[in-house]
């Protein structure tokens, strides 16, 4: 879900989303990002030396987080007991890592159990988030 619309296709123009799980059963969240596509390399052809690039949609359809406590309440409870929903979408690498964090100190998801966060790592270049 993206503002109360259901998500089918990602925009082509993002990279990625900061999104939010919910349990419906006990209200803990999850915040967390995911990129859209991933980079794959083929081998290179005959007599070439560079790698083959290309990229290939995500998971983010079936995506339940990376939290270990999440993931087995998933499985404990259902898919149904949980809802979904992109936070923002983001066009950089850069901006998802910074608008991630900025959401987790911002919620403050470390310092309460309504969070399934168990932990905050970002590193994040200033060059991939000012708008010139």
């Given at each position: ?39 794959r390399?083929?081998?290179?052809l ?9 990229k ?77």
């Open positions: 879900m993206y503002q109360g619309n259901e998500i089918t296709n990602m925009p082509e123009d993002v990279v990625g989303f900061v999104y939010l799980i919910t349990n419906t059963t006990n209200g803990r969240m999850y915040i967390g990002k995911k990129l859209a596509r991933f980079k390399s083929r081998p290179p005959k007599g070439r030396k560079n790698k083959r690039r290309y290939v949609d995500s998971d983010w359809q079936d995506y339940y987080g990376s939290s270990d406590d999440l993931t087995i309440d998933v499985n404990k409870l259902g898919k149904d007991k949980f809802t979904r929903e992109i936070l923002f979408y983001c066009k950089s690498k850069a901006e998802l890592s910074y608008v991630e964090a900025r959401e987790q100190f911002a919620r403050k998801v470390l310092e309460t159990n309504d969070y399934y966060n168990g932990h905050i790592r970002v590193r994040v270049h200033g060059k991939g988030i000012l708008k010139s």
